[in-house]
């Protein structure tokens, strides 16, 4: 994020703003200031218009007169209405620039965090609630903000021609005032907690919303038949949602209602007290009439208006203060970076490596040595939970506190960049990506320069040129669902793919963490050989816990309780009958 020196919840969120649009900013302060002296003027150009009426009807006054005090009230009138439109013009274009900075900060700030914040569901809600458009609730607050001034300042102008006439009533305003504004106060605060605490069951009435609307779960709740179960547990969630937020709205709802009551009383007071002095002459009957009218406008403003701009103010503060704790965050600067192409490798030397999971002490690797070299293809097998990922997750840079040394050439990894890394690793998860774009554009995500050579090639080495041929724009047509023309893949496709988009990377390193796991066993050994044979030249690490696909590799670690406890050929490890060869008579079966 932009680099602001957070402190003060006002000025930080003041400082977004005039980054994003001083222009915007500028226009609306001066129609702020200009529209602050508007409700004062306009009850003396009210009062005035009706005293020369009252006049005109005795036969004491021109029409010059009625007209001029009619056009100046009506153009008071007509620059809150006019002025009040093209406002809105302007809060929509400092919208738009606040998307365009703001928006974008968090984002960025979201794509450079450490990892370990993804994996952590406090974060991730602090997250939730920091992202959910950013840039309406800074506008929100400008425009909230704006509007406080604007009703301090009417406050204010009624307050002084008040107190012209009669000090005491003046007076009176001021002191209803902090009542309203410490009660609203602890509202907004209230109100902010409660949507913290809810944080967690909108998110799954989200995920549980995609459950029975969306597309992927469409097969399963066909076949099934779990539409109306997933509907109670949404009902559960959405109830229980519900019920947080009305428990703090309804106990501060009734301490500001009685609030706004105590104001109404008061003012409905303050008119009364008018009547004496339109009675002696003190003040006209236009003024009387103007005053009334204006205190009746102030009572709704202060019932409702000033409660809700320090409410919404209130609450507005703690979003900042969040986002200023997001800030905070501790984040890998160069996590956005480009790759570096043209990545040397040579060796990856694990010494004496350890590693918990934060917030667990379970050692998930434990004190784990071995060493690979260019050129040769790797497995990591072993039960689910052993550790394999995890030393996948060490070499992307996804994780740094681990004890011991990873080397990279000699180098200790932590002295690459996250660009190097992308330049030396291309990976391929268990849940990797279907992006909904087409083929072409998928293998530019790797390489954004790739040729149209290049793309024929690789489609054809992954046995997706078939699949291209059968859509209707070729390798240009839209994956998946969400555009209008898009056509699916077959799930053998999509895992194609993604080894595709993996290969079109050209890093000297592959790392695939069980990307085709959903397949079975046999069709899963066929797709790794079938990837070996076209990335001779480099080097892979294969990750499964199915031994089938890995009788290829030239050389198998075994992973058992986060340590190693077999390397070796496939031949070789069978000859020792331990763990490994124990696992692979287990799964015999599965590729007879």
Not at 77 to 88: E, K, P, S, V, Y
Not at 396 to 422: F, R, V
Not at 522 to 543: A, C, H
Request: glycine share 6%; proline share 2%; charged share 25%.
């Amino acid at each position: 994020m932009r680099k602001y020196k957070w402190k003060y919840p006002v000025i930080d969120i003041l400082r977004i703003g005039i980054s994003a649009a001083p222009g915007c900013l500028l226009i609306i302060c001066v129609y702020t200031i200009v529209s602050a002296f508007v409700p004062a003027l306009q009850i003396l150009y009210v009062a005035e218009f009706i005293d020369h009426v009252i006049s005109l009807t005795g036969g004491t006054q021109g029409l010059v007169d009625v007209f001029f005090s009619a056009a100046m009230a009506a153009s008071m009138i007509a620059f809150q209405w006019i002025g009040g439109t093209l406002l809105r013009l302007v809060w929509i274009r400092f919208e738009n620039r606040l998307r365009t900075t703001f928006a974008i900060d968090i984002i960025e700030k979201r794509a450079k965090l450490e990892y370990e914040y993804i994996e952590n569901k406090e974060t991730w809600d602090l997250l939730k609630r920091v992202s959910d458009q950013p840039e309406a609730k800074v506008r929100e607050f400008f425009e909230t903000m704006i509007r406080f001034l604007c009703l301090l300042f009417k406050i204010a102008g009624i307050v002084i021609v008040l107190t012209t006439y009669i000090w005491w009533e003046g007076m009176l305003l001021v002191i209803i005032s902090v009542p309203l504004i410490w009660l609203s106060l602890k509202s907004g605060k209230a109100t902010y907690e409660a949507k913290q605490e809810v944080t967690e069951c909108d998110r799954r009435c989200e995920y549980l919303t995609d459950v029975v609307l969306g597309r992927d779960a469409a097969q399963e709740r066909a076949l099934f038949g779990f539409g109306e179960f997933i509907d109670r547990k949404w009902e559960e969630q959405y109830d229980l949602s519900a019920d947080m937020t009305l428990k703090a709205y309804r106990i501060w709802y009734t301490k500001l209602e009685m609030g706004s009551i105590f104001t109404a009383i008061t003012l409905a007071i303050a008119i009364i007290a008018l009547l004496l002095p339109a009675v002696t002459g003190i003040i006209t009957v236009g003024m009387f009439m103007s005053l009334t009218n204006s205190c009746i406008s102030l009572i709704e403003s202060m019932s409702w208006d000033f409660r809700e701009y320090i409410d919404k103010l209130t609450e507005l503060f703690h979003y900042i203060k969040e986002v200023k704790n997001v800030a905070l965050l501790r984040e890998r600067t160069d996590a956005i970076k480009e790759k570096h192409t043209q990545m040397f490798f040579d060796s990856i030397e694990f010494e004496d490596v350890s590693f918990s999971y934060p917030n667990s002490e379970k050692k998930v690797l434990d004190h784990i040595s071995f060493k690979m070299e260019a050129g040769i293809h790797y497995a990591i097998v072993g039960k689910n939970g052993e550790g394999k990922s995890t030393i996948i997750k060490l070499l992307s840079g996804l994780y740094s506190d681990y004890s011991g040394k990873i080397l990279i050439n000699g180098k200790e990894l932590q002295e690459y960049g996250l660009a190097d890394l992308k330049g030396i690793f291309s990976i391929v998860y268990q849940d990797f990506g279907k992006y909904a774009i087409s083929m072409r554009d998928n293998l530019k995500l790797a390489d954004a320069g790739i040729s149209e050579e290049n793309i024929r090639k690789i489609l054809q080495k992954f046995d997706l040129e078939n699949a291209a041929h059968k859509l209707p724009d070729g390798i240009d047509t839209p994956l998946g669902r969400i555009h209008s023309s898009g056509m699916d893949l077959s799930g053998g496709e999509w895992q194609r793919l993604a080894l595709a988009r993996a290969y079109a990377n050209n890093a000297p390193v592959y790392l695939l963490d069980e990307p085709v796991a959903a397949l079975d066993p046999i069709s899963e050994s066929q797709v790794y050989q079938d990837f070996q044979k076209t990335s001779d030249n480099k080097t892979t690490i294969l990750i499964s816990h199915r031994l089938g696909s890995v009788k290829l590799a030239d050389q198998i670690l075994v992973l058992n309780h986060g340590k190693i406890v077999e390397s070796g050929s496939h031949e070789k490890l069978m000859e020792n009958h331990q763990l490994y060869y124990e696992m692979y008579e287990s799964q015999r079966s599965w590729y007879q």
